[in-house]
């Protein structure tokens, strides 16, 4: 028989033993590791995050992704995409959420985005998805090793998604209304008498090439507000250059000129100059 003395000690080691046992564990990186890229595409912020594993010297579809069959577009869990508005997938309307992406690769790939966040190859359901389209991949001369999601293409309102792994590359386009909103926003506040809202509305009406006779009337408005800076000149020179005042576009360029000169702006200077004399062979 033991004594009380030997079981406590054999107990206190036991106890030990398991508890080292219980909290040793080595902690190592995930073969494909979790990543998340975010883009602002117009007002809309886009957020995807995807698993990515690594070709490891395979041939990745057709192999490790078969073709013409159901892909969580990614390693893991299906791949996640958010939207914080509404948007456009290839012309067709989203609402603001969070879905599973899968896709089918094959000659021609089918694109799904799937309400079931949840959802991966076994349970995912038809009846779940919000929206199915094709596109045809292409191919790229530089070996992709990680599979990588990308925003290209950038405009004010639109994105390009792309999928690359291997040689293969999928592209579609999203898109979130930019326009109108920023129409409304000018119908709302123009009645005011804030210099940035004039400045802000004209420089609109110019770079989507809308009514400039009103664009130069809000700009003027702005200048009556504030004293201008070289910029809203500048902004000013190009509205009136649209309206084909050349001679005032000018007056106007010089102006914006002196003072970026003052602002040590060799940039502004650089700019006015060549519009200077793109501007007085139009007279």
């Not at 000659?107 to 094709?134: C, G, H, M, P």
């Not at 009406?205 to 009103?214: G, P, V, W």
């Not at 020179?237 to 309206?243: E, K, M, S």
């Not at 001679?247 to 040590?264: D, F, P, R, Y």
Request: aromatic share 10%.
């Amino acid at each position: 028989m033991f004594s009380n003395n030997t079981v406590r000690t054999l107990l206190v080691c036991l106890l030990m033993v398991s508890g080292f046992a219980a909290s040793a564990q080595i902690d190592l990186p995930q073969p494909s590791p979790l990543g998340t890229v975010m883009q602002r595409v117009g007002f809309a912020d886009v957020t995807i995050a995807y698993s990515r594993p690594s070709a490891k010297d395979r041939v990745v579809f057709g192999d490790v992704v078969p073709m013409d069959k159901l892909w969580r577009t990614g390693a893991n869990a299906a791949t996640k995409v958010t939207f914080s508005k509404d948007v456009t997938i290839e012309g067709k309307p989203v609402k603001a959420g969070e879905y599973a992406l899968f896709t089918i690769p094959g000659k021609i790939w089918t694109i799904i985005l799937n309400s079931d966040t949840k959802a991966n190859t076994t349970s995912y359901k038809q009846e779940n998805d919000v929206l199915r389209f094709t596109v045809t991949p292409a191919m790229v001369p530089t070996n992709v090793e990680t599979f990588t999601i990308n925003f290209t293409n950038l405009t004010t309102s639109s994105a390009v998604i792309e999928l690359a792994w291997e040689k293969t590359t999928v592209r579609f386009k999203v898109e979130s209304e930019v326009d109108a909103v920023v129409m409304e926003q000018i119908k709302k506040q123009t009645a005011g008498v804030s210099a940035n809202v004039y400045f802000s509305s004209a420089r609109y009406y110019y770079d989507t090439n809308r009514d400039l006779a009103q664009a130069l009337k809000w700009i003027d408005m702005a200048f009556a507000s504030q004293e201008p800076t070289f910029w809203m000149l500048r902004q000013k020179a190009l509205i009136q250059a649209g309206l084909k005042d050349y001679k005032g576009a000018i007056a106007t360029a010089e102006l914006s000129t002196v003072k970026a000169k003052e602002a040590s702006n060799d940039e502004y200077v650089k700019m006015n100059d060549a519009s200077i004399a793109e501007w007085k062979k139009m007279k």
